[in-house]
């Protein structure tokens, strides 16, 4: 018996579905909110190829180090600044995305997306597949060592 597996947007098409709905500002600038407790997501779009979400971030608000399962990521800041980190040669390095900027990560990479900002920010993220499990890790030394996965469909679900 086969196994089917979901239909992946290419790289391009991802990275695409992700300014398309950056420039829809009717679309996106009335669903945002902010909560203090954790950052904020509300769904934008979601079908068997990909998923389209919303994301807001006060000052200080982090996703930890995580990857994305089996799913290739692109996401790009719409209002204010985050700050993307991944492990690269043994060391964390940190990558400043302002409004504008288009950020992707390839399966199975591990990275964190913070607001080190005293402004709030907000982005939007496709994943495709669809999101369904997210592994995170805690760095040891130079390398990762993974602590948990969550899975369901949610980006950067809470633990």
Not at 22 to 48: C, K, M, N, Y
Not at 61 to 88: K, M
């Amino acid at each position: 018996m086969t196994v089917p597996t979901l239909d992946r947007l290419e790289l391009p098409e991802l990275v695409e579905v992700v300014r398309s709905y950056a420039d829809q500002i009717d679309l996106w600038l009335p669903q945002v909110r902010f909560t203090a407790e954790s950052r904020w997501w509300t769904q934008l779009h979601g079908d068997d190829t990909h998923d389209v979400w919303l994301l807001s971030w006060l000052q200080d608000q982090t996703t930890e180090l995580h990857d994305h399962g089996g799913s290739t990521a692109a996401f790009t800041v719409v209002q204010g600044a985050l700050e993307e980190v991944r492990l690269e040669a043994g060391a964390l390095s940190a990558t400043d995305l302002r409004p504008g900027r288009t950020q992707w990560v390839a399966p199975g990479v591990v990275h964190d997306v913070r607001n080190v900002q005293a402004l709030p920010a907000v982005s939007i993220h496709a994943y495709s597949p669809p999101l369904t499990s997210m592994t995170y890790y805690r760095q040891d030394g130079g390398s990762l060592v993974p602590t948990h996965t969550v899975t369901g469909r949610e980006p950067e679900s809470n633990k």
